[in-house]
């Protein structure tokens, strides 16, 4: 079946500008992570979702970040007022379910560069 | 608070030969879950192996197998018959529960003809 996609693959905007970054997860997933991985870092999660319910967002950066899910499937993270620090390698994954070392299964990411 | 520590930036290895990758980690759960995961150049992270804590006996999958020692807190990855597909980032992460995976900075094997 299909696996887990991003869109756009890559995304350069201007400093203040808002972007919306898209994850579709694989069909019936109804767990959904974001993370982010700055040039040659690890991956440093950001916020998840149990269906469409984001029970912690205390990952995220700040607040100019939020993410949503609708319809317990696509998610959309969204940055606003960007800044240059936001480079960086986005990457989505979904899981069968939530809890007990599910597996994680990942979408290839968004690179969005910030002018 | 949960840290995964990977101590070799970049590693490389001669086709079909052996390489092990380390992992050291640090939680203050029982039970908790490890991973190793592939990311090559195409940026598409994939599972490697996945092992469960409370299971003393290692995880192998074909040439991919761990060296999970509990009490040490090591989760190495051992690489047997390398293959130029193999050529990638490996990072190894560590979740309690899912929802705060902690990964390492990860490790650049290239493997050589």
């Known amino acids: 079946g299909a696996g887990v996609s991003q869109s756009p693959s890559n995304k350069v905007t201007e400093k203040g500008k808002d972007v919306e970054l898209r994850c579709d997860p694989i069909?019936?997933?109804?767990?959904l992570y974001w993370y982010r991985q700055s040039l040659g870092q690890g991956l440093e999660f950001l916020i998840y979702?149990?269906?469409?319910?984001?029970p912690d967002k205390s990952g995220l950066p700040s607040d100019r970040f939020s993410a949503e899910r609708t319809g317990g499937s696509v998610s959309t993270l969204t940055i606003q007022r960007t800044q240059q620090e936001d480079s960086a390698v986005y990457l989505c994954a979904s899981s069968l379910a939530w809890g007990g070392g599910e597996t994680q299964y990942f979408g290839p990411g968004t690179r969005l560069l910030v002018l | 608070a949960q840290t995964v520590t990977q101590s070799q930036p970049e590693m490389s290895v001669q086709e079909a030969e052996t390489v092990t990758l380390s992992c050291t980690y640090d939680t203050s759960e029982s039970n908790y879950y490890l991973f190793w995961y592939k990311q090559p150049p195409s940026r598409q992270m994939i599972l490697v192996i996945r092992?469960?804590?409370?299971?003393?006996q290692n995880a192998t999958e074909n040439r991919f197998s761990v060296n999970f020692q509990k009490a040490a807190k090591s989760f190495s990855l051992k690489i047997s018959d390398s293959q130029l597909g193999d050529t990638a980032m490996y990072f190894c992460a560590l979740t309690y529960n899912n929802n705060d995976m902690r990964f390492g900075a990860g490790t650049r094997l290239t493997v050589k003809p």
């Open positions: 092992q469960e804590a409370y299971k003393q």
């Open positions: 979702f149990q269906g469409n319910s984001a």
């Open positions: 069909s019936g997933h109804t767990a």
